[in-house]
């Protein structure tokens, strides 16, 4: 079966895979189709065996080679206004409308269609295909495959993740790192608040934390292309309390750090505990039932610039990008380069469309975005 790109990301478009779903129907589907080419793909299941990812190998199997990285869910379209099913692509106006068009089965089906291509030509290297599961809800999928990459003597020279960029070849993003974190108190007249461990009040105390700890980032800053050029703390959601007159028994917050490439979250993570163990220290003395807990709810690297990265010159070679480009959103670069594999983020589609409704992506950026991955295979086959 041979599909263009744009039938491709109709067939693709066709399987709700919001996060929450599982994408095996989508996955199997992809294994039937590159074995109708004689492509064996290997299936990387997730720990709940729910969802799954897939990648392959079409050229010599040699080191060296290009992955190209996809994830396969989407956002929800729950709530939203569209003005045609979001699981029909459907095409105005040189736009290509559907959940997922632009961020990013476009890319998938890119890769996808031009399988064909890759078996015809005459590759010294091989082309990875590599498409993961739960991108959008923390890059879940992407860690077990790219350690069975990994485990299964995967030597890839370049990574290209075909995230919306417009074809701009984008080096780098910031790291996120999410948490929760949970503060028992001990629960007394508030008269009494002495005796007490007043939750809330702790929590306070902790969300204060990421508000000073910003600030000094923010005056030890130095210039880079990041907007804002640091690293970020932040609190979204706060629950906890019952009445103004009882010492909070409860109290728990959703944060994250978004660390700029050379900074870790991990190093925030640390500083941040041992601020919990010293109010839970106090806590503790009054009631011992109480503390403070912290959970990780994910984690995903930040991409920075590489020195004389090989992706980067491959990717610049051919869109003829020179810019120097970095994005605000998280990807699963930053996994693949801690695998130690050169990584840059490039492919079609506006990132403004995306998790947006009648999301879409124009026929000319899915043109380009092929034009890019033929140029992938005329580089291999030299
Ligand atoms: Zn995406």
Known sequence: MNLTPKDMLAKLVSFNTESQRSNLDLIHWCRDYLASHGVESTIVPSPDGIKANLYATIGPKVAGGVVLSGHTDVVPVAGQDWTSDPWTLTERDGKLYGRGACDMKGFDAIALALVP??????????????????????CFGARVMIDAMVKAGLQPSSVIVGEPSMMQVVTGHKGGTRMKTTVR????????????VPAVMIAGQLIAWHTQVMDENKARTQSNS???????????????????NITAEHCSFSHEVRAIPGESGDTYVERYRARIAELEAGMKAIAP???ITLEITSFTPPLGP?????????????????????VAYGTEGGLFQAAGWSTVVCGPGDIAQAHQPDEFITVAQLEAGAKFVRGVIAELSR
């Open 117 to 138: 291509e890759m078996l015809k030509a005459p590759l010294k290297r091989p082309v990875h295909i590599a498409l993961s599961y739960d991108e959008e809800v923390g």
């Open 226 to 244: 990041f907007e804002p050029p640091y690293t970020t703390l932040h609190v979204g959601v706060v629950q906890g309390g019952t009445a103004v």
């Open 185 to 196: 108190g001990h629960a007394v007249h508030s008269s009494r608040v002495d005796i007490g």
């Open 289 to 291: 039932e109480s503390g």
């Open 306 to 326: 590489e020195k004389e990265g090989e992706a980067e010159s491959l990717s610049r070679r051919l869109t003829g990008d020179n810019g120097s480009h970095v």
